[in-house]
């Protein structure tokens, strides 16, 4: 796999996965047919993999692909939804922090010191079922229902402290170099120096640090649902292996419940490391 | 001096997550005092205001019941569970530390000592299969959800093999006999696997990734030049300053073997702290969950700190 990877294939395959769970997120329908409920459940109950149901159903008969592929637009979602707030705040933060120096920016880590510590997972499991039940759970916000919206929130105000305190050196290291100090001089304002000088240099950082942020929401979303905080009518992977968990189909050996949806799981996080581990060594070979 | 500062840092950090506790669980939905009664009818103004003032409830958020309560956490006093009727937290909770120190502990053991040197050897023979095959199986076991993990055993060695039962220990408190003591250990393997290949896993990875970065530096050629050994240059002069980055990673990494833990502990009914925080989480028993919450970050502060007190023995530079 190591030695695939080197050869570029592991990131062309990488690449294939990623395009195949995005395009499943995007028209699942047209792939597999509406998403299946109780009432429209196609086959019988935990029957195992056949030539109509391939990969088998669950426990009130829902066909486990049909699920797999609509849970992709979810897990996505939540996970895109969650990183970009999360890089957000943390490049936000750390942008500042770098480039004020001093006071501001001691203060400004030992906030980020603290978000760093806090168990983020035990944080969210706290504020979800609190959220949930002082907002509505009725409607949808861009496409994703309220308690939904409750988890990227709680995870992206978990997880920005890591990004802050990288885009924070990084700032620092580029804030004492010559063009900043040119810019200075000629009277450019700090908002300009920070947008025309300081963030374009950051953002190969920002984007090998946005795969990780992803691949670290995926996990929260994942475990956060798997304890019951996904939403039932918008099933996530991790929401699936909840109801498998529930319908104690790892004891009954209902293998193809439970491998289905955490394989699709390890693919995604799998194909993000290799396309991370690409970032660098492809910018290395550019700039020589 | 320096570990001054780093204790005044982390009980400054303690005190500010007791507050942070305060004022979440003071937003929670419902009344104090209506969670205290539950639905009971025929409350009088005059009898609600009683029980308000027996609680405590009637007197400014700040300071006072913010006061009241700094002083009650200081003295262990949690408070009374709503799920559990009658018991106090520390009731409920106590005895659900034993089973998670355990299974956490154990796993983690095992998890560094095999991890780390699988990936010292990876990284040190780069290309080898030994490094093939680990990183590999390192980068998929990091990859999955540690509770997926779980249940994939579960189903492997539970439901097909049958060499375990598939349910958890359910009655840990009643066990008085060596029989009794061996069906448990018997139990235990499954669920201390899991989280221990999950972070094995995690170890190889961070430690492959140390390994080789050090063996670039100039001290490593120099003590090649000198004839030493390739497993004498190993041991003492790479896996020693290989060992620092792993101390910090692990330190902000407890969160995330956290997370695995509660996870695997509902696949195994295993009765520990994990399982009970997702009971507190579903019943909403919002003392145990300020409780379980502040135990799980006070834990995270500690286990930074001892990383910070560990850095410092093992990189003398850093204090001074």
């Given at each position: 796999m190591i030695c695939l990877m080197e050869l570029g294939l592991g990131r062309i395959i990488a690449a294939l996965v990623l395009g195949a769970v995005i395009v499943a997120a995007l028209v699942p329908t047209a792939l597999v047919g509406p998403l299946e409920n109780i009432v429209t459940a196609t086959g019988a109950p935990m029957s195992p993999p056949s030539a109509a149901h391939w990969l088998g159903t669950d426990e009130v008969g829902r066909d486990v692909l049909n699920l797999t592929v609509h849970s992709a637009r979810i897990t996505m979602l939540v996970a895109l939804f969650a990183s970009s707030l999360s890089m957000a705040l943390g490049t936000a933060f750390g942008v500042i922090a770098g480039y004020a120096r001093g006071t501001t920016d001691a203060l400004m880590m030992r906030v980020a010191d603290f978000f760093l510590v806090l168990p983020a997972f035990v944080l969210a499991l706290v504020l979800a079922p609190l959220a949930i039940e002082m907002g509505g759970a009725q409607g949808t916000i861009m496409g994703l229902r309220p308690t939904l919206m409750v988890t990227v929130i709680v995870i992206g105000i978990t997880s920005w402290a890591g990004t802050a305190r990288i885009v924070r050196s990084q700032t620092l290291s580029l804030r004492s170099r010559p063009f900043v100090d040119r810019a200075r001089v000629i009277g450019a304002s700090h908002g300009r120096i920070i947008c025309r000088h300081i963030l374009p240099n950051l953002i190969s950082l920002i984007v090998a640090n946005t795969i990780l942020t992803i691949v670290a929401a995926i996990w929260i979303e994942t475990a956060l649902s798997f304890v019951g905080l996904g939403d039932p009518f918008q099933p996530s992977w991790g929401t699936m292996l909840f109801y498998a968990q529930q319908a104690g189909s790892a004891g009954a050996g209902a293998w193809w419940y439970v491998v289905t949806p955490g394989f699709a799981i390890v693919l995604v996080v799998v194909s993000l490391y290799s396309l991370s581990h690409a970032g660098p060594v492809a910018r290395r070979r550019k700039t020589t | 001096m320096f570990l001054l500062r780093k204790l005044a840092s982390a009980i400054l950090t303690i005190f500010v997550i007791s507050a942070l506790g305060f004022f979440i669980f003071r937003a929670m939905p419902g009344d104090p005092e209506r969670m205290l009664i539950g639905?009971?009818?025929?409350?009088t103004p005059e009898l609600l205001a009683q029980i308000r003032a027996r609680w405590g409830l009637d007197a400014p958020l700040f300071p006072d019941q913010f006061l009241s309560y700094i002083l009650s956490l200081a003295r262990g006093d949690f408070g009374y569970s709503f799920k559990f009727r009658g018991e106090t937290v520390l009731g409920v909770i106590g005895p659900r530390m034993m089973p998670t120190l355990l299974f956490v502990g154990t796993a983690q053991v095992i998890a560094m000592v095999v991890g780390l040197w699988i990936g010292s050897r990876a990284g040190w023979r780069q290309g080898s299969i030994l490094d093939r095959f680990g990183s590999s199986l390192a980068l998929a076991a990091y990859g999955m959800p540690t509770f997926w993990l779980g249940m994939l055993l579960l189903i492997v060695f539970a439901a097909w093999l049958s060499w375990f039962p598939v349910t958890g220990l359910a009655n840990i408190e009643q066990t008085n006999n060596f029989q009794q003591w061996l069906g448990i250990a018997w139990r235990s393997v499954l669920p201390i696997a899991t989280l221990a290949i999950a972070q094995t896993g995690q170890y190889v990875l961070l430690m492959r990734a140390a390994v080789v970065e050090v063996s670039k530096e100039d001290f490593v050629t120099t003590a090649r030049a000198k004839g030493i050994g390739s497993n004498a240059v190993l041991r003492r002069h790479v896996t020693p300053n290989a060992r620092l980055p792993i101390v910090t990673l692990i330190s902000l990494n407890v969160g995330f073997i956290l997370a695995g833990a509660i996870t695997v502990e509902t696949v195994f009914s295993w009765p520990g702290l994990g399982l009970l925080t997702v009971e507190a989480m579903r019943a909403r028993d919002y003392p145990v969950m300020q409780a379980l919450f502040l135990i799980f970050a006070v834990s995270i502060v500690l286990a930074n700190l001892v990383a910070d007190l560990l850095y410092a023995r093992l990189d003398p530079r850093v204090s001074r």
């Amino acid at each position: 796999m190591i030695c695939l990877m080197e050869l570029g294939l592991g990131r062309i395959i990488a690449a294939l996965v990623l395009g195949a769970v995005i395009v499943a997120a995007l028209v699942p329908t047209a792939l597999v047919g509406p998403l299946e409920n109780i009432v429209t459940a196609t086959g019988a109950p935990m029957s195992p993999p056949s030539a109509a149901h391939w990969l088998g159903t669950d426990e009130v008969g829902r066909d486990v692909l049909n699920l797999t592929v609509h849970s992709a637009r979810i897990t996505m979602l939540v996970a895109l939804f969650a990183s970009s707030l999360s890089m957000a705040l943390g490049t936000a933060f750390g942008v500042i922090a770098g480039y004020a120096r001093g006071t501001t920016d001691a203060l400004m880590m030992r906030v980020a010191d603290f978000f760093l510590v806090l168990p983020a997972f035990v944080l969210a499991l706290v504020l979800a079922p609190l959220a949930i039940e002082m907002g509505g759970a009725q409607g949808t916000i861009m496409g994703l229902r309220p308690t939904l919206m409750v988890t990227v929130i709680v995870i992206g105000i978990t997880s920005w402290a890591g990004t802050a305190r990288i885009v924070r050196s990084q700032t620092l290291s580029l804030r004492s170099r010559p063009f900043v100090d040119r810019a200075r001089v000629i009277g450019a304002s700090h908002g300009r120096i920070i947008c025309r000088h300081i963030l374009p240099n950051l953002i190969s950082l920002i984007v090998a640090n946005t795969i990780l942020t992803i691949v670290a929401a995926i996990w929260i979303e994942t475990a956060l649902s798997f304890v019951g905080l996904g939403d039932p009518f918008q099933p996530s992977w991790g929401t699936m292996l909840f109801y498998a968990q529930q319908a104690g189909s790892a004891g009954a050996g209902a293998w193809w419940y439970v491998v289905t949806p955490g394989f699709a799981i390890v693919l995604v996080v799998v194909s993000l490391y290799s396309l991370s581990h690409a970032g660098p060594v492809a910018r290395r070979r550019k700039t020589t | 001096m320096f570990l001054l500062r780093k204790l005044a840092s982390a009980i400054l950090t303690i005190f500010v997550i007791s507050a942070l506790g305060f004022f979440i669980f003071r937003a929670m939905p419902g009344d104090p005092e209506r969670m205290l009664i539950g639905a009971a009818q025929g409350i009088t103004p005059e009898l609600l205001a009683q029980i308000r003032a027996r609680w405590g409830l009637d007197a400014p958020l700040f300071p006072d019941q913010f006061l009241s309560y700094i002083l009650s956490l200081a003295r262990g006093d949690f408070g009374y569970s709503f799920k559990f009727r009658g018991e106090t937290v520390l009731g409920v909770i106590g005895p659900r530390m034993m089973p998670t120190l355990l299974f956490v502990g154990t796993a983690q053991v095992i998890a560094m000592v095999v991890g780390l040197w699988i990936g010292s050897r990876a990284g040190w023979r780069q290309g080898s299969i030994l490094d093939r095959f680990g990183s590999s199986l390192a980068l998929a076991a990091y990859g999955m959800p540690t509770f997926w993990l779980g249940m994939l055993l579960l189903i492997v060695f539970a439901a097909w093999l049958s060499w375990f039962p598939v349910t958890g220990l359910a009655n840990i408190e009643q066990t008085n006999n060596f029989q009794q003591w061996l069906g448990i250990a018997w139990r235990s393997v499954l669920p201390i696997a899991t989280l221990a290949i999950a972070q094995t896993g995690q170890y190889v990875l961070l430690m492959r990734a140390a390994v080789v970065e050090v063996s670039k530096e100039d001290f490593v050629t120099t003590a090649r030049a000198k004839g030493i050994g390739s497993n004498a240059v190993l041991r003492r002069h790479v896996t020693p300053n290989a060992r620092l980055p792993i101390v910090t990673l692990i330190s902000l990494n407890v969160g995330f073997i956290l997370a695995g833990a509660i996870t695997v502990e509902t696949v195994f009914s295993w009765p520990g702290l994990g399982l009970l925080t997702v009971e507190a989480m579903r019943a909403r028993d919002y003392p145990v969950m300020q409780a379980l919450f502040l135990i799980f970050a006070v834990s995270i502060v500690l286990a930074n700190l001892v990383a910070d007190l560990l850095y410092a023995r093992l990189d003398p530079r850093v204090s001074r």
